[in-house]
């Protein structure tokens, strides 16, 4: 039977007031076009969680192959999907598959590995005659995060009004249902949005499809605390159709922010997120000190704070 392997990490921005030497290790070790663009937000609160969710995903490889930070590339797929550009004289044996989110105070990310040798389908693809190779596992991993909250100026039920093409009949009568004061209904919308994100992010394919037509099942049998173990009975139907093949995880980070993981053709051992610390995801480098980089950290720092 083949083992699959998840990493569940989350990172709290507001612990972090980068200096700029702890800004510059940051930014060194991810490739020159990522620079790019994190330096397009108009935000530092943008720039920085964006920069972190880079980390995040360079730290997972390196953690899975046991390659240096510099020795990680990515690339991006035709849908915009970031994926591990592995060469073929790597001899990492595993088969990896990640995503990550961020929201507010929060980024997360969700990975999945498995020994290649004990996975009997072959989910490796050469897309060219060269020493790269895109990764294509069969299984795979969509994650996201919401924060609990509604800012949007209108009543409640006329930004649900508003949304009513998002969701099915049925999730809309678990949403409205009329036992739900007006925080339980708000919460029981992120928990159906953040479901759907996850979803369609595995899928690559963003908020483009008909929602109404991926419909949700979740899970009742109890309620979603802190730190608690994560909820896994929710259901899918699309086109209602039962997807059997998709499994789903639902946690609550902080009280105001949750998270949903959408696992495909895999089920796992049950497990929290892992906070982590800054120190971590960085990693010192002669590069930090480069004039470049430094005066790319001092063109990040002008950028203003979000107002919310």
Not at 269 to 277: P, Q, T, V
Request: hydrophobic share 40%; glycine share 4%.
């Amino acid at each position: 039977m083949v083992q699959y392997k998840c990493t569940r990490w989350a990172f709290d921005l507001s612990s972090w007031s980068p200096t700029l030497p702890q800004l510059a290790q940051a930014v060194a070790v991810i490739q020159p076009e990522e620079r790019a663009r994190l330096l397009k937000f108009v935000f530092i609160d943008d720039f920085l969680s964006s920069l972190v969710g880079r980390l995040l995903m360079r730290k997972f490889v390196c953690t899975q192959s046991g390659l240096d930070y510099k020795d990680v590339h990515f690339a991006r797929d035709v849908r915009g999907k970031p994926y591990w550009l592995q060469q073929k004289h790597n001899k990492c044996r595993s088969k990896l598959s990640f995503n990550v989110s961020h929201q507010g105070d929060y980024v997360v990310l969700a990975g999945m590995s498995v020994d290649a040798k004990k996975d009997s389908t072959d989910a490796t693809a050469d897309v060219a005659e060269n020493e790269n190779t895109i990764s294509t596992p069969t299984f795979g991993v969509g994650v996201d995060v919401m924060k609990i909250e509604y800012s949007g100026g209108r009543y409640l039920a006329e930004f649900f009004r508003i949304m009513q093409r998002k969701f099915s009949d049925k999730e809309w009568r678990y949403i409205r249902h009329p036992q739900h004061n007006e925080l339980q209904q708000l919460q029981a919308f992120m928990r159906h949005w953040c479901l759907k994100e996850a979803y369609v992010k595995e899928l690559g394919v963003g908020i483009t499809v008909d929602l109404q037509k991926i419909s949700f099942t979740v899970d009742t049998t109890r309620e979603l605390v802190v730190a608690g173990p994560p909820l896994t009975g929710t259901t899918l139907q699309c086109n209602d159709r039962p997807m059997n093949e998709w499994y789903f995880e639902e946690h609550l980070l902080h009280p105001k922010y949750c998270v949903a993981i959408a696992f495909k053709n895999c089920k796992l051992d049950l497990g929290n997120f892992e906070l982590l610390k800054i120190e971590y995801l960085l990693m010192e480098t002669e590069k930090a000190t480069s004039p470049e980089i430094l005066d790319y950290c001092r063109e990040a720092f002008k950028k203003q704070r979000r107002t919310w």
